[in-house]
């Protein structure tokens, strides 16, 4: 059997570079679902414009402000933990999700909704960034390269 494929370059002994992991994976993965996120917003104030005004549009952007907020905060304590000790940023998630479900729900709670603001915007705010966040974060987690193992020190190795 035969194939059509080119041969491409001859195969040799020449340095194949290696490539490393992902530089700066969480402010990649914040960069990425902010922008996901933001032009889901963008969308979705239009109809809550157009069936209810100036503040439809404000109420499902704060929705979804919140939300960007709410994650954000995540990617960054990502990235600074996680220059230092990378194993104890998953950690620092566990620690920061909890004071941020609190801190939110205080506020919230504290403040209350002002008198303009549409509850079903916010919520359809919320929702689309939350969704267009999440999938934006899942499709940059496929697309990084995580060094797993530490790779062997060339310097001192003796080939035979």
């Known amino acids: 059997m035969t194939s059509n494929a080119e041969s491409g370059p001859a195969s040799g002994n020449g340095h194949v570079g290696a490539s490393g992991p992902t530089r700066s994976l969480w402010l990649n993965l914040l960069k990425r679902s902010s922008i996901a996120a933001g032009a889901g917003l963008a969308l979705c104030a239009i109809p809550a414009g157009l069936l209810n005004g100036a503040s439809g549009a404000v109420s499902s952007v704060l929705g979804g402000l919140l939300v960007m907020l709410f994650f954000g905060i995540s990617l960054l304590i990502g990235h600074f933990v996680g220059r230092g000790n990378p194993s104890g940023a998953i950690g620092m998630f566990v620690a ?19 008198e303009w603001l549409h509850g079903r915007w916010f919520i359809i705010g ?33 080939h035979a």
Do not use: C, M
């Not at 920061?96 to 209350?112: D, N």
């Not at 934006?136 to 990084?144: T, Y």
């Open 96 to 114: 920061t999700y909890f004071i941020k479900v609190v801190g939110f729900a205080v506020v919230l709670f504290v403040l209350g909704a002002p």
């Open 126 to 158: 919320a929702v689309v960034a939350v969704v267009l966040w999440q999938a934006a974060e899942i499709h940059g987690f496929s697309r990084a390269r995580l060094q797993i193992y530490n790779d062997p020190d060339d310097k001192g190795a003796t």
